[in-house]
């Protein structure tokens, strides 16, 4: 005699598929968008968009995930791991984006902060190879100023009694340790200006900043001032003003005590 077992198979979750899907779709949407401003193929806003569009799937997934796992807890269905696999690769790209914008309310941006706001050191080389997307290179004048002068009140220019061909190589030294793209490099001849160029990345997201440094012969020695751009947007999360400060600090170390700050 055969016995015939009788059972009724357990329905899957259309929403714990869906909401996993959802979330895996989300992952290339994020990458594709960082990659192709790594390789510099979008601007910073357009990058932006694209990660930001990633992220918006990854709540959609996680609010599926939610639902999926109520629907699951009432009716028994099948689906569980499905719903917590796709909320912890929602939360994945979730939380460090909220956490990095709420980073960015707490801190000070100034997309152009320069050492010297009545002559502002120049961009030169940088100027004829900047992509047209990129934030102007023309310094904006008073109205930034005083913002900066709310803002950083202690950053000035460094004064040494040391030749401006010294400070020149020590200021070379330095952009080299930090690993910034040094773009062109003038040094100061007689009563001309010495001048470095470069492209530095900065926290959180890797973004471009651009930076010159002018090195002039004074009577009393060199005169060192600074401008470090964001080549992108309004915000900088306050890494101009810190890669200022951080470099006439190493400077001061490197050439001893200057003269005036």
Same mark, same amino acid.
Request: aromatic share 8%; glycine share 8%; charged share 20%.
């Given at each position: 005699?055969?016995?015939?077992?009788?059972?009724?198979?357990?329905?899957?979750?259309?929403?714990?598929?869906?909401?996993?899907?959802?979330?895996?779709?989300?992952? !290339?949407?994020?990458?594709?968008?960082?990659?192709?401003?790594?390789?510099?193929?979008?601007?910073? @806003?357009?990058?932006? $968009?694209?990660?930001?569009?990633?992220?918006?799937? =990854? %709540?959609?997934?996680?609010?599926? /995930?939610?639902?999926?796992?109520?629907?699951?807890? +009432?009716?028994?269905?099948?689906?569980?791991? &499905? #719903?917590?696999?796709?909320?912890?690769? %929602?939360?994945?790209?979730?939380?460090?984006?909220?956490?990095?914008?709420?980073?960015?309310?707490?801190?000070? +941006?100034?997309?152009?902060?320069?050492?010297?706001?009545?002559?502002?050191?120049? $961009?030169?080389?940088?100027?004829?190879?900047? =992509? *047209?997307? /990129? +934030? =102007?290179?023309?310094?904006?004048?008073?109205?930034? /100023?005083?913002?900066?002068?709310?803002?950083?009140?202690?950053?000035?220019?460094?004064?040494?009694?040391? !030749? !401006?061909?010294?400070?020149? *190589?020590?200021?070379?030294?330095?952009?080299?340790?930090?690993?910034?793209?040094?773009?062109?490099? #003038?040094?100061?001849?007689?009563?001309?200006?010495?001048? #470095?160029?470069?492209?530095?990345?900065?926290? !959180? $997201?890797?973004?471009?900043?651009?930076?010159?440094?002018?090195?002039?012969?004074?009577?009393?020695?060199?005169?060192?001032?600074? @401008?470090?751009?964001?080549? =992108?947007?309004?915000?900088?999360?306050?890494? +101009?003003? &810190? *890669?200022?400060?951080?470099?006439? %600090?190493?400077?001061?170390?490197?050439?001893? *005590?200057?003269?005036?700050?």
């Amino acid at each position: 005699m055969i016995r015939r077992r009788l059972y009724i198979e357990e329905r899957m979750s259309r929403l714990a598929v869906w909401s996993l899907r959802t979330a895996i779709f989300a992952f !290339p949407v994020t990458f594709i968008g960082a990659v192709l401003y790594a390789t510099e193929t979008l601007d910073f @806003r357009s990058a932006l $968009f694209t990660v930001l569009a990633g992220v918006g799937v =990854s %709540a959609l997934a996680l609010v599926l /995930a939610l639902a999926g796992f109520v629907v699951i807890w +009432n009716e028994g269905l099948k689906g569980l791991w &499905r #719903v917590i696999g796709a909320a912890a690769l %929602a939360l994945v790209l979730i939380m460090p984006t909220a956490t990095l914008a709420a980073f960015g309310m707490g801190v000070r +941006n100034l997309p152009d902060v320069t050492t010297d706001t009545l002559d502002p050191p120049d $961009f030169v080389t940088l100027s004829a190879v900047r =992509s *047209r997307a /990129a +934030n =102007s290179l023309l310094y904006p004048g008073e109205k930034l /100023a005083g913002v900066q002068l709310d803002l950083y009140p202690g950053l000035k220019p460094m004064t040494f009694d040391t !030749p !401006p061909d010294e400070i020149f *190589r020590g200021l070379l030294a330095l952009a080299k340790r930090h690993k910034w793209l040094i773009v062109d490099a #003038v040094p100061p001849r007689g009563d001309r200006d010495g001048r #470095v160029e470069a492209v530095a990345r900065s926290l !959180p $997201f890797g973004l471009r900043d651009d930076l010159v440094i002018r090195v002039r012969p004074i009577a009393t020695g060199t005169r060192v001032d600074m @401008r470090s751009t964001a080549r =992108s947007g309004d915000a900088d999360f306050g890494s +101009n003003a &810190r *890669r200022i400060s951080q470099l006439f %600090a190493e400077l001061a170390d490197q050439q001893g *005590r200057p003269l005036r700050r």
